[in-house]
């Protein structure tokens, strides 16, 4: 299939569109380079044999999008564009529900407009909140706790409107539990554009020697060991669930929502120990105090995506360290360019 993936040079986007082209799909990446940089279409190509068409572009800007979907006639979107800090999203809400849910609206209309109906969302854990108990499955309720979760739902929702409003639509809902790691080559990797929130990508500033120790957000939950337990997902698996994804919609119209994780969770400090063996020394870290809007636990029941695409994450979590660290190590600055 042709496949426009917006915040297709991101994370999750490039390592999508690096097994979207191994399963022999046609790939546009469209991005508006706020947080990611144009050196992955290189490192893409690299990978794949020739770089996929890049379009440097906002889903804000429905003239541009209408521009793109008149010239190349795709048969279907993965939306991966959007923000996604969650501490930032509680500074900058109006800046949150702009760009994620104003943005997919825009791309949603563009898509109506060009007879594209068939769409991959990026969605989140986050959506789930503090959950009631875990595994978390996919019926459990959604309750953000912040202007990023919330703009999520958002979406969610308006999908799930948009099915029922028009049958013609085929959507999956990919709930993403916490992607770590990096294509086994070195050449693809997450590359955050200032300091780092999330656990791994601040661990490999640490071990690369950009920061100097990692801050334990709380060592009182009431978890095996104190820390926080998290569901890290390699996001080589990550990216194989959206060609499972894409795959399920060719033959199913409708809506479908799945979690995608390993339905394993570690904590904090098992995560840390596993990335000092991967990189061959430890990694220095002070307990401090908990994070605002942390809760204890969140790992997923991935039955529903085992069952129903056909997928399960095979990563352990020693793959993920050393997937993580080759990247960093080979590319202590990140992408530069
Ligand atoms: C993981 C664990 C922290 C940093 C968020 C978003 C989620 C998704 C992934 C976008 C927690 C602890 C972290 C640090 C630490 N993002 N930690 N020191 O909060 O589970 O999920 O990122 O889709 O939507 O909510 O990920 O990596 O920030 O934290 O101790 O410097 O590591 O307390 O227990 P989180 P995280």
């Not at 990611?36 to 990978?47: D, H, K, T, W």
């Not at 337990?229 to 996001?235: G, K, M, S, T």
Request: glycine content about 10%.
């Amino acid at each position: 299939m042709k496949v426009l993936v917006t915040g297709g040079t991101g994370y999750v986007g490039s390592h999508t569109a690096v097994n979207l082209i191994e399963a022999g799909h046609d790939v546009v990446l469209w991005d508006n380079l706020s947080n990611s940089r144009a050196a992955v279409v290189e490192r893409i190509g690299a990978l794949v044999g020739t770089p996929p068409t890049f379009v440097q572009g906002d889903v804000r800007d429905a003239a541009g999008l209408d521009r793109l979907l008149e010239k190349q006639a795709f048969e279907a979107v993965i939306h991966f564009a959007g923000l996604k800090a969650v501490g930032e999203s509680a500074q900058k809400p109006l800046l949150y529900y702009e760009n994620n849910v104003q943005g997919t609206i825009t791309l949603l209309r563009a898509l109506e407009k060009a007879g594209v109906r068939t769409f991959v969302f990026s969605s989140s854990a986050t959506v789930y909140g503090d959950p009631a108990c875990v595994p978390i499955r996919e019926d459990f309720p959604r309750a953000a706790t912040n202007a990023y979760g919330r703009s999520k739902i958002m979406i969610e929702d308006m999908l799930s409107d948009l099915v029922a409003a028009d049958p013609r639509w085929r959507i999956a809902r990919l709930r993403y539990f916490n992607p770590i790691g990096a294509h086994e080559s070195g050449l693809l990797g997450e590359d955050p554009q200032d300091v780092p929130n999330n656990l791994v990508p601040y661990i490999c500033r640490v071990a690369v020697g950009r920061e100097a120790v990692l801050r334990v957000f709380g060592a009182d939950y009431e978890t095996p060991d104190g820390t926080g337990v998290r569901d890290y997902i390699h996001v080589r698996d990550l990216a194989l669930g959206h060609v499972a994804a894409l795959r399920y919609l060719q033959a199913h119209p409708g809506m479908l929502t799945v979690n995608l994780g390993t339905g394993h969770g570690y904590s904090v400090l098992e995560v840390v120990k596993a990335f000092g063996q991967a990189c061959g020394r430890p990694i220095p870290y002070e307990i401090v105090a908990r994070r605002p809007g942390d809760v204890a636990q969140c790992y997923a029941d991935v039955s529903a995506a085992r069952r129903l695409l056909g997928w399960q994450a095979v990563h352990d979590l020693d793959a993920m360290c050393g997937d993580a660290w080759r990247w960093q190590e080979r590319n202590p600055q990140g992408y530069e360019t």
